[in-house]
């Protein structure tokens, strides 16, 4: 609303939900849609972005993203390199003299609520790559490109990107605003309870509740409902939880603020059932939670 500050999404242009999984392949998969829209939102006069970082189908490192912004990854030979991953194994040059000057003006957020290193164990293509359509053997070439793509970044420019926490966010988009667009990173939830007001409104509400699709032990490691809680218990407000379906250990979940937790699914049901009916769902489900407030 401050008629300067954009939000890219990586999942709406880079995502994995948007490929049938049969066409899902992360060795050409490309960030560059990404990229587009970060350069269409300069364009508009943007002096603030905010790049979502998640659900993406890429595992190139953000090496389309940059291509998009006019960065040249060039081969031996002085070629352009391919899209997606695996082709970062053939990088020996990188120029970024020809990237959109607009941006040197623009501050970027990242959007990251992981931690993850680009390459290694725990970095995007051994963590996130399956899941991607990856196999071992192109976890294994995905992550050696991408580690040749770290080396050539800190050879060339002088920044050391690949042990970076958040780094390998989005197939390793966090390396490329990092590295070449000096990203601040922050995570998400702390980024939506400043953008939404929320720390102002729990000044003055009764109750706070919150919600997840899945809710577990998993939540409080800054997932929403435990950024929700954080910010409720300041004020010493209680707080609740609906979710759609409740895993395990939930009770570690009160000792980060969140006092209760329901879940709105009626019975046993298919997942496009509980889909379908989700906001009928959460709606009888929270009148009977307050039914319960006001006894």
């Not at 991953?85 to 053939?90: E, I, K, T």
């Not at 958040?166 to 998400?188: D, M, Q, S, T, V």
């Not at 939880?241 to 969140?258: F, N, Q, S, Y």
Request: hydrophobic letters at 45%.
């Amino acid at each position: 609303a401050d008629g300067t500050t954009a939000v890219v999404e990586t999942a709406e242009a880079s995502g994995l939900a948007l490929l049938e999984a049969k066409k899902r392949n992360p060795l050409i998969a490309s960030s560059y849609g990404t990229g587009e829209l970060m350069l269409a939102a300069v364009r508009s006069g943007a002096k603030r972005i905010i790049v979502g970082l998640g659900g993406s189908a890429t595992n190139d490192a953000g090496a389309g993203l940059l291509q998009a912004l006019g960065v040249r990854l060039l081969d031996k030979n002085g070629n352009d390199l391919k899209h997606g991953g695996a082709a970062l194994a053939d990088l020996a040059t990188i120029d970024i003299s020809t990237m959109d000057p607009a941006l040197k003006n623009v501050a970027i957020t990242a959007a990251c609520d992981v931690t993850n290193p680009l390459t290694g164990p725990t970095g995007a293509s051994a963590v996130f790559g399956p899941q991607k359509g990856a196999s071992k053997d192109d976890v294994a070439t995905l992550d050696a490109a991408l580690a040749h793509f770290a080396q050539v970044i800190d050879s060339q420019l002088g920044v050391a990107v690949n042990d970076v926490p958040g780094a390998g966010a989005a197939g390793g988009i966090g390396a490329a605003l990092k590295g070449f667009l000096n990203a601040e990173f922050r995570p998400g939830i702390a980024i939506v309870i400043e953008q939404s007001g929320l720390d102002a409104a729990a000044q003055w509400a009764d109750v706070v509740f919150t919600g997840e699709g899945s809710i577990d032990f998993q939540t409080k490691f800054g997932k929403t409902p435990a950024g929700v809680a954080e910010t409720a218990k300041r004020h010493g407000k209680p707080v609740i939880a609906v979710a759609g379906h409740i895993g395990t250990g939930i009770d570690e979940l009160h000792e980060v603020g969140i006092d209760a937790v329901f879940g709105i699914a009626p019975g046993a049901a298919s997942l496009s059932e509980l889909l379908a009916d989700a906001a009928a769902n959460v709606t009888r489900t929270t009148e009977q939670i307050v039914r319960t407030l006001q006894l």
